[in-house]
Structure formats: C-alpha cells, structure tokens
C-alpha cells in the first residue's frame, strides 16, 4: 500500500473511532433520553446553537420538544429544564437528585481548589453551611448590616452630588458601592474609592465580566482542551483570576497574626477559625484553597450581580419616568427627606417593592441558572436522565411565564401588586433560582436592592441624555448572563 494511502486509511480508522466514541458516550442507558434536535459527533448541536443566543434558541427549542429536552455542547450532554412546573418538579421536588454542580470548564481552569459555587458533594455541603452561618453571623438579615449599606450609600449619595448635574457613566459608582459592602464582611473593613489596590480588583473584575461574555468562553466551556491552545482573548481570564488569587491571599496573611480565636472580625478570621479547629482531620474541607476561592467567589458574586441589576434598574427608570416619580412620591410619603430607609419600610412601600422585583424579573440576569447536576440515575416522567448529567434550568421561561405574568416582555410593576395595589408575591420569581443550590447571598442582595436604590431615589431625579425613545433597556444577552447597554445620565438633586 503506498505511504499516502495508508496515512489516508490510518486518519480515516481514527476519525471514525471517535465519531464512534462520542456517539457511545451519548447512548443513554436503562432508558431514554429526553428527545432533542439531532446532534453532529464531537460538535454536538453548536452549528444549530450559533444561529442565535443560547437562552433565545432554547426557548424556540421547547416549543418543538416540550418542557424537557437534550441537546450537546460539544461533546457535552446538557438536559435542559423549560417551565415553572418542571423545575418545581426537579429543582424542589428531587432537590436532593438536582444539587449538584454542572461542569463549567473555564471556572474550573481558573481555580486551583473548589469553593463553594463548584463544590459537590459532602464539601458542598460543609462550605455551603459554614458560609450561610458566617453571613449570618456577620449581620446578614440584621440590622447591623442595614448600617453598613447605609453608611456605603452617604459615600455613594457624594460622590453623586460630585457630580454636579453633569452626564457620567454610573458603572463604577454602583459597583463600588455594592463591593465595599461584601468587602466589609470578608475582609472587616472597606476600601477608599481611590484605594489602587481596590481599583485594581474591580477592574479586574470588570474585565472578567466583559470576557466571560464573549464567544471565547462559551468556545471554552464546549471545548476547552482545543482552546487551551487556541490563541485568544480567554488566557487573559486565568492571568485575572491569579491576580486576584494573590490578592485574597494577601488579605488572609495580614489577618493571621492578630487572628483571634474567641472574636472573629469577619469571614477570613472566621474561616481561619475553622481551619485551626480541623488541623488534626486529615480529611478536612477547609484548607487554605478553599478559603481563597471561597473568598473570591463571594466578593466576585456579591459585587456583580447586584451592582448589574441597580445598573439596570436605573435604565429602566430613566426610560419611565413616570415610574420613577410614583417610587418617589411613595418613599416621600413613608420616609419623606429627613432620614434614611430601613428594611421596616418595605412593608408600606408595596409600589417601590414591586418596582424592584420587575426589574430582576424583567433583566432576567442568569437566563439559564448556573448549570447543576443530577447526584444518580433520575427517572423523570418518561425519560432518564444519567447520573452526573449536565442539567440547565431555564429561569427565563419561568421568569417570563405569560399566564403568571402577562406581556412579560414588558416592564410592568403591576406584575407584583394585586388589584388594590397591594404588594403580590409570586412563586415565579426566581432570579436566585430555586431548591438546594439557590444563591446563598439571596438575603444580602435583596437588602442591598431595596436600601440603594430607595436611597438613591429619595436624594436624586434621574435624567436621560437622550431621548427616551432612544433608551434601549433590551438585555444584552450572552451564554452566562444578561447586562445592560452602556449608557448616561444625569442625576439631578431633588
């Protein structure tokens, strides 16, 4: 046989083996697969998922499969979750079968150990415990961390009033102000804005956000032993993620020599604390890995997610002012100009509280969830999902459910008052989704929501630099989250 020939041969037999070999992995067994558009080897279902945004195409893709379907990311098999019933079935129902952590392959890169957000099983666990007990313990829920959101917010309430009545991009004030807050329980204090170490950390984190929205990650997390030698934009991701790394470290060393155990200051001591105490327990869950990435993972999620969603929310207002001027003449009437909100007020504030809830319903921030994982073999009406299999919960069809929420493409306060104009609440609000892996700083965000922004509207009118036919509040959307378009205002004393 000539050498060309044989070579021909040689690539053909090794090709189909792992067309072979990817089509085995996908054959599910002692059952079937919930159904799915049909996926290419190796590739899965990219070449159909690229046409459009990942959350748009699954949405068109349950109105062919039903509530529950399959299809690949590469070579990853992810069942996807579509409607408040099926997740109430799975996430609540079988919460125990759906708590695990999907694989998320550019997260897992840029971590050198597990913290609490790529955790499973008994370190999950523990992690998720310990943590929801230090937030706790470090005001959490109570009035002493009302204090600190309101002393953050006379820095934020200045550094606005600095700005004169002139146009700005309120990016950073808002981010900011939200990461002091979660500084001052991990780290014990807060950062002067100028701080350069500070600065340095939130661009850091900025960055981050605008890369893991790009296509380079979402190339990643489908393939990433090809893209860990693809040239690219990602690589900065994993140089970012060890700068902060050292940072964290940092932080945990100048704790340790005043580090006392009958008084913790905040989660670094506490955490500390801990460890001492497991020294001897050779299979102990906290170490100094998980400390750092506990740490990063918390001021990572307390910073972003709710410095985004006032982001938004502030768009939001400026493209209806009427909406605006009804919080306004509500928080005049409950609090009036004189002294600062509290967590008691909500509860006479049904207009304003609906205003907050609309915007996390309508920004849908994670339209897919993080991705869990099934613990064993679940059978599930008439399909089998295998064990460890990638699951997707799609928040957004839960969020944007038309029979609870009608015209859900619309923002629409009255969404969440009844018809006397009564606060609602409604089990399809999931923006922190739902069951066992629902986001452990659910309580600290929602305080955060309703302090700032109630504060920010009590001292400013907000107004637009454009028309307000030319404020676009559509979602960007990408394959992690959904952001606002960069924009200005102006914010005027009132």
């Known amino acids: 046989m000539e ?55 699954v949405l068109e893709l349950s109105r062919t499969y039903g509530p529950i379907f399959t299809i690949y990311l590469g070579s990853e098999r992810v069942v996807v979750l579509h409607g ?26 840029m971590a050198t150990e597990s913290g609490i957000v790529f955790s499973n099983g ?17 005001g959490m829920g109570k009035k002493s961390i009302e204090e600190r959101i309101l002393e953050e917010t006379r820095f934020l309430m200045e550094r606005l009033r600095n700005t004169h009545g002139r146009p700005f ?33 939130i661009n850091i984190i900025e960055e981050n956000v605008n890369l893991q929205r790009s296509r380079w990650t979402a190339l990643y997390n489908f ?23 050292k940072f964290v470290l940092e932080r945990v060393n100048m704790h340790k020599p005043s580090l006392d155990p009958n008084c913790p200051r905040d989660f670094i001591d506490a955490f500390l604390i801990k460890m001492q105490e497991e020294q001897k327990n050779d299979q102990s869950n906290f170490s100094m890995g998980s400390l750092l990435r506990s740490t990063v993972e918390l001021f990572s999620a307390g910073t972003g997610t709710t410095s985004v969603t006032l982001l938004f929310g502030l768009l939001i207002l400026l493209k209806y002012p009427e909406i605006e001027e009804k919080v306004h003449k509500e928080i005049d009437r409950v609090i009036g100009r004189s002294r600062s909100p509290c967590m008691a007020d909500r509860s006479q504030m049904p207009y304003t509280d609906a205003v907050i809830h609309e915007i996390q319903r309508y920004i849908n921030l994670v339209p897919l969830s993080l991705p869990h994982a099934v613990t064993r073999d679940v059978h ?24 609870e929420f009608p015209n859900p493409e619309q923002f629409k306060p009255e969404h969440f008052l009844d018809e006397n104009g009564a606060f609602k609440k409604s089990d399809y609000f999931v923006p922190f989704s739902a069951g066992k892996r629902i986001c452990v ?13 109630t504060v920010i509207l009590q001292n400013f009118t907000l107004k637009p630099v454009v028309d307000l036919k030319d404020i676009d509040i559509t979602p960007v959307t990408t394959f992690v989250s959904n952001g606002p378009k960069s924009y200005q205002l102006c914010v005027l004393p009132r």
């Open 3 to 57: 050498p060309l020939g044989a070579t021909t041969v040689f690539l053909v037999i090794c090709v189909s083996c792992l067309l072979f070999l990817s089509a085995w992995r996908k054959t599910p067994r002692k059952g079937k697969l919930p159904p799915g558009p049909v996926a290419f080897p190796i590739i899965g279902n990219m070449l159909q998922l690229t046409k459009t945004n990942l959350p748009q195409h």
């Open 84 to 109: 408040y019933e099926i997740l109430k079935e799975t996430l609540i129902g079988l919460a125990d079968e759906f708590s695990a952590r999907g694989r998320m392959p550019l997260f897992e890169k």
């Open 122 to 138: 008994e370190r999950w666990k523990q992690l998720r415990r310990f943590i929801l007990t230090s937030l706790r313990n470090f």
């Open 169 to 201: 991009d309120p990016t950073l004030f808002l981010t900011h102000a939200v990461s002091n807050i979660i500084c001052s329980i991990i780290f014990g204090d807060r950062f002067d804005y100028e701080d350069q170490k500070f600065v340095t950390l």
């Open 223 to 245: 393939f990433p032993t090809v893209m860990d030698y693809v040239p690219g934009p990602h690589h900065k991701l994993f140089k970012n993620a060890e700068k902060f790394r």
């Open 380 to 403: 599930i009406r008439q399909y089998l999902i295998p064990k460890d299999t990638t699951i997707f919960p799609a928040l957004n069809s839960v969020l944007y459910d038309s029979k």
């Open 441 to 453: 700083g659910e309580g600290l965000a929602r305080m955060e929501l309703f302090l700032i922004l």
